[in-house]
């Protein structure tokens, strides 16, 4: 009986002993993760994301995109950096090639161009565009977004697609 | 452990925010009217290559004379086997044309109104496999509609 309460007692302390975390080595684990992570943040800070609602087609290119302005389009809406300025309905229906909310928009930061650049730090080729287009859009409402573009200047265009793993 | 908080807090926050998928771009030029070349016999032009995505079939033309018509299956995901067999042909009529002039390398791509998005991008991958990379984009009969 008494060895038996001696294991018991025994084994309720090192129970103890072996819970206990050992935040130490949790803190080097979260530092070097939060400096990595912090690294890469400014290491990419001209990266792209794809617009949310917006799936891209996949594709073999390999070049890397550049900070520049960006009109997605997507089922329904047509949006200059992150506004939505036309639907795609609306772009389809117009007998005019032009598309005119977009094309007002576009004229707007033609006239302001840091409105362009997504920081004050980052440089923005002023005529170069990106566009993030579903991969489900007809050309017909792509060839009208890329003929405002060029009637506004932007001459520059750049298809955005996910890269092929 | 304040410390330890403001970790745990910012951690996650900027594991969300981070980019995980990787982008990338196709520059093109923007879409203009595909106008048939006029070829002197004999004398020494660039060849013009055009592809012309159709619904059933994708029509490859060297200076307006078409070379090539290869049958594409309606309503087949583009992983089918028989979609990849079909993009393998075009490839290989593409590399006989490029192969033929090396120094060109561009290629006008002809679409239609209600062409996908997705299928343009496939045939500028299609085309830059083969050797021509600067795709760009035109307008075909029904093009500018």
Same mark, same amino acid.
Request: glycine share 6%; hydrophobic share 45%.
């Given at each position: 009986?008494?060895?038996?309460?001696?294991?018991?007692?025994? @084994?309720?302390?090192?129970?103890? *002993?072996? %819970?206990?975390?050992?935040?130490?080595?949790?803190?080097?684990? !979260?530092?070097?993760?939060?400096? @990595?992570?912090?690294?890469?943040?400014?290491?990419?800070?001209?990266?792209?994301?794809?617009?949310?609602?917006?799936?891209?087609? %996949?594709?073999?290119?390999?070049?890397?995109?550049? *900070?520049?302005?960006?009109? *997605?389009?997507?089922?329904?809406?047509?949006?200059?950096?992150?506004?939505?300025?036309?639907?795609?309905?609306? *772009?389809?229906?117009?007998?005019?090639?032009?598309?005119?909310?977009?094309?007002?928009?576009?004229? !707007?930061?033609?006239?302001?161009?840091?409105?362009?650049?997504?920081?004050?730090? %980052? %440089?923005? $080729?002023?005529?170069?565009?990106?566009?993030?287009? $579903?991969?489900?859009?007809?050309?017909?409402?792509?060839?009208?977004?890329?003929?405002?573009?060029?009637?506004?200047?932007?001459?520059?265009?750049? !298809?955005?697609?996910?890269?092929?793993? | 452990?304040?410390?330890?908080?403001? =970790?745990?807090?910012?951690?996650?926050?900027?594991?969300?925010?981070? +980019? =995980?998928?990787?982008?990338?771009?196709?520059?093109?030029?923007?879409?203009?009217?595909?106008?048939?070349?006029?070829?002197?016999?004999?004398?020494?032009?660039?060849?013009?290559?055009?592809?012309?995505?159709?619904?059933?079939?994708?029509?490859?033309?060297?200076? /307006?004379?078409?070379?090539?018509?290869?049958?594409?299956?309606? /309503?087949?995901?583009?992983?089918? +086997?028989?979609?990849?067999?079909?993009?393998?042909?075009?490839?290989?009529?593409?590399?006989?044309?490029?192969?033929?002039?090396?120094?060109?390398?561009?290629?006008?791509?002809?679409?239609?109104?209600?062409?996908?998005?997705?299928?343009?991008?496939?045939?500028?991958?299609?085309?830059?496999?083969? /050797?021509?990379?600067?795709?760009?984009?035109?307008?075909?009969?029904?093009?500018?509609?």
């Amino acid at each position: 009986m008494k060895h038996r309460e001696k294991r018991k007692a025994r @084994f309720r302390r090192g129970l103890k *002993a072996s %819970t206990s975390v050992n935040l130490i080595s949790m803190m080097d684990i !979260l530092t070097v993760l939060l400096l @990595f992570l912090l690294k890469s943040y400014v290491a990419e800070g001209e990266v792209m994301v794809p617009v949310k609602g917006v799936k891209l087609p %996949t594709s073999s290119a390999e070049q890397t995109p550049r *900070a520049s302005l960006v009109v *997605a389009i997507d089922g329904d809406k047509i949006r200059v950096g992150g506004i939505e300025v036309a639907s795609v309905a609306q *772009a389809i229906n117009s007998e005019d090639p032009i598309i005119e909310p977009l094309s007002k928009r576009l004229e !707007l930061l033609r006239q302001r161009p840091d409105a362009i650049a997504p920081s004050a730090t %980052t %440089t923005v $080729d002023p005529q170069l565009v990106t566009i993030q287009g $579903d991969r489900k859009i007809e050309y017909r409402v792509l060839r009208k977004v890329m003929y405002t573009l060029g009637r506004s200047g932007f001459e520059n265009v750049s !298809l955005a697609v996910l890269r092929n793993t | 452990m304040p410390m330890l908080n403001v =970790f745990i807090s910012i951690i996650p926050l900027l594991l969300l925010s981070a +980019a =995980f998928v990787q982008l990338a771009v196709i520059p093109t030029t923007l879409p203009t009217p595909a106008v048939p070349q006029v070829v002197v016999p004999g004398a020494n032009v660039k060849v013009s290559l055009t592809i012309l995505i159709r619904p059933d079939s994708y029509v490859v033309e060297t200076n /307006g004379v078409t070379t090539n018509t290869i049958p594409r299956p309606a /309503g087949v995901s583009r992983e089918d +086997a028989q979609a990849t067999a079909v993009r393998a042909q075009l490839g290989d009529a593409l590399k006989a044309i490029a192969g033929g002039d090396p120094k060109n390398h561009e290629v006008q791509i002809v679409a239609e109104p209600t062409t996908r998005y997705e299928d343009l991008i496939d045939v500028m991958d299609i085309s830059r496999a083969a /050797g021509l990379p600067e795709a760009g984009l035109a307008d075909g009969a029904q093009g500018a509609q």
